[in-house]
C-alpha cells in the first residue's frame, strides 16, 4: 500500500463542474503539497497546507490531520484546468522531502 | 528572482553513453532534491543534498547513479552508461531550508531523458 492515495485516478468533466480530488495518507506529515502537472510540463505548486484550509482563485484546498486527509476542490472548472493534480507529503522525518500519490489525470470538456 | 532552473529541458543519448543533468536552485535556497518520474508512474525521490553533502540517497539506484551540488555552481545528476530503462523525467525542487518552517519546495522544469 503506498504511503500517499489519491482517488480518483481519471476523472473527466464538463466546464463549469465543481471537482473534487481526495488524497488519503499513512504517515504523520509536517505539511501537504498539491501539485499541478500539464503533459510535457513542469510541476507547479499550487497549495502547501498543514492545517485548515486554503483558497487560491477558484481552487479550495482543505486537510484533516486526525483523519490523514485532504482534499483539492475546483469551482467553475475550465478546459484549461485539464492537467495531473498530484498529493505529496512532507513527512514529519524528512523534512522537505517530498512523497507523492500516484495522480489524477483531470480532464474539462468544454 | 528566478526560479528552480533546469537543464537540458530535453536529452537524448544513445545506449552506454553518459547523461548530466544540471540544477540550480533558486537564489538562496541551498536543499536540492532530485526525483524521477518514469513513463506512466509517479515521482520517486531520489537524493537529498545540501551545499557539498549529500543528506540520503536512500532513493538512487545503486550503481551508475550518483548527484552532487558543490559549493559553487549547480547541482548535478549524473547517469553513466545510460540504459532505456533510465528514460524518464528528471525534477529538481529546492527549498530554503529542512524542517517545518520555510520548507515549501519549488520545482524546476524537468530534463526528459530520451535513451534509444
Known amino acids: 500500500k503506498n504511503e500517499v492515495e489519491q482517488s480518483p485516478q481519471n476523472l473527466t468533466a464538463q466546464e463549469g463542474e465543481f471537482i473534487t480530488i481526495n488524497c488519503s495518507y499513512s504517515v504523520g506529515i509536517s505539511a501537504l503539497h498539491w501539485l499541478q502537472q500539464h503533459p510535457g510540463g513542469g510541476i507547479v505548486s499550487l497549495f502547501m497546507?498543514?492545517?485548515g484550509k486554503k483558497k487560491h482563485g477558484r481552487l479550495i484546498a482543505t486537510i484533516n490531520i486526525q483523519e490523514k486527509h485532504s482534499s483539492l476542490h475546483i469551482t467553475a472548472s475550465h478546459p484549461r484546468d485539464s492537467a495531473v493534480y498530484i498529493c505529496a507529503v512532507q513527512a514529519e522525518t524528512s523534512g522537505s522531502r517530498l512523497t507523492f500519490g500516484e495522480g489524477t489525470q483531470l480532464t474539462v470538456n468544454p | 528572482n528566478a526560479g528552480v532552473m533546469q537543464n537540458p529541458r530535453h536529452l537524448v543519448r544513445r545506449r552506454g553513453q553518459e547523461a548530466r543533468l544540471r540544477c540550480s536552485p533558486m537564489k538562496g535556497h541551498s536543499h536540492v532534491y532530485w526525483y524521477r518520474q518514469l513513463p506512466e508512474e509517479g515521482l520517486k525521490f531520489m537524493v537529498y543534498?545540501?551545499?557539498?553533502?549529500?543528506?540520503?540517497e536512500s532513493g538512487m539506484p545503486k550503481e551508475r547513479f550518483s548527484a552532487e551540488f558543490p559549493k559553487e555552481g549547480p547541482s548535478i545528476l549524473r547517469i553513466q552508461q545510460v540504459v532505456r530503462g533510465d528514460s524518464a523525467a528528471y525534477f529538481c525542487?529546492?527549498?530554503?531550508?529542512?524542517?517545518?518552517?520555510?520548507?515549501?519546495?519549488?520545482f524546476g522544469q524537468g530534463t526528459r531523458l530520451t535513451v534509444v
Open positions: 543534498l545540501q551545499k557539498e553533502n549529500i543528506i540520503d
Open positions: 525542487a529546492s527549498s530554503f531550508s529542512w524542517g517545518t518552517v520555510n520548507t515549501e519546495a519549488f
Open positions: 497546507l498543514s492545517s
